[in-house]
């Protein structure tokens, strides 16, 4: 990298330059207010001596020793700017490498920013890119055919109907991640948990019937301050993702408990469970794990739970998830209780 064009080194010199500024006025200042006060000094020890030289015969003219006072306060200049200077030259080196740590701790958020954007931005573009080359390649492939039939024109465009089905639910789930970066908290109102839960479980619920899972509620009644609509969502994608990666005929454990100022709710599958070298990047975008977790085809995109943690902590909540191969995942979720 070219030390120049280093946003590390323009910042640094950008904070270097205003400590330097601040420093030499100072400097100047300082050696104007001395300079001034050494002259004043001097001058009422010559006045004095002139008085007494009306009295008492001074050995020495008058003259040669406002030259000595002249000679004095040259010196002391002197001295006083190359204290000054070497001031100064301390400072610089100081406030450089000061200057250069506060430019790393102040570009690292942005550095990291801009390179989960760019790895966001290039993830979604793949994941676009692939249906809309599916669909491309059968249609190219379908207009070569000159003897194509009816049912075959109708196969084709169910398949594009398919592919553009996936590419609504992509930019669906787009749009939830932007809208769930985007909770304003003064929007936030009093939530009970037992009843945003029942409503996520209400939108679900075809599909645990559809694999006969059976949901087990330990419910308290408590509240949060939070957003109705995101907080549902949360729900339903935790919810979901329990039922998606269980077994038929297995069981969700769903707890709202208390603990001292803050309410701790858990969702507790006993399905197929994560391998542990997949639990540190579950929340990661675009990240999936269906072929280490499951036989089964299981179709999303990898970004459920990277919504559920934003909506999480654009609500001072926490979401934190253990789980084993084979035993279950276990997903909680801890948010600050309702103060009235």
Excluded: W
Aim: charged share 25%.
């Amino acid at each position: 990298m070219n030390l120049h064009k280093s946003p590390y080194f323009r910042l640094t010199l950008f904070y270097v330059l205003i400590v330097m500024t601040i420093s030499i006025l100072f400097s100047v200042v300082i050696y104007n207010i001395s300079s001034n006060e050494l002259d004043s000094g001097l001058g009422h020890q010559i006045r004095a001596l002139q008085n007494m030289n009306q009295v008492i015969i001074i050995p020495r003219p008058t003259q040669e020793i406002e030259q000595i006072r002249l000679d004095q306060l040259e010196q002391s200049q002197n001295s006083l700017r190359l204290d000054l200077i070497y001031l100064n030259l301390v400072i610089l080196v100081l406030s450089s490498g000061l200057s250069y740590f506060l430019a790393k701790k102040t570009m690292r958020p942005i550095e990291e920013t801009l390179k989960a954007q760019n790895c966001f931005t290039a993830d979604a573009s793949h994941e676009l890119r692939t249906p809309l080359t599916a669909m491309k390649t059968e249609v190219e492939v379908a207009l070569r055919d000159k003897n194509i039939n009816l049912n075959e024109a109708k196969s084709l465009l169910k398949s594009n109907l398919e592919e553009i089905a996936k590419l609504e639910s992509l930019s669906n789930a787009l749009l939830k991640i932007a809208r769930s970066q985007e909770t304003v908290k003064t929007n936030f109102e009093p939530i009970s948990l037992p009843e945003i839960v029942t409503e996520a479980y209400e939108k679900i619920e075809i599909l645990a019937r559809k694999k006969s899972i059976i949901f087990e509620n330990h419910f308290n009644d408590l509240a949060v301050q939070g957003d109705h609509q995101s907080l549902k969502e949360l729900f339903v994608i935790l919810l979901d993702n329990a039922i998606k990666y269980s077994e038929v005929k297995s069981k969700v454990i769903i707890t709202i408990a208390k603990d001292k100022k803050q309410a701790i709710i858990t969702i507790k599958d006993h399905g197929i469970g994560i391998k542990a070298s997949d639990l540190p990047y579950i929340f990661n975008r675009f990240y999936r794990v269906d072929s280490s977790r499951s036989k089964q085809q299981v179709e999303g995109y990898g970004l459920g739970l990277s919504i559920a943690r934003n909506i999480a902590e654009m609500q001072d909540g926490v979401i934190t998830v253990k789980s084993q191969p084979g035993r279950g995942s276990e997903f909680k979720l801890i948010f600050p209780l309702y103060q009235s």
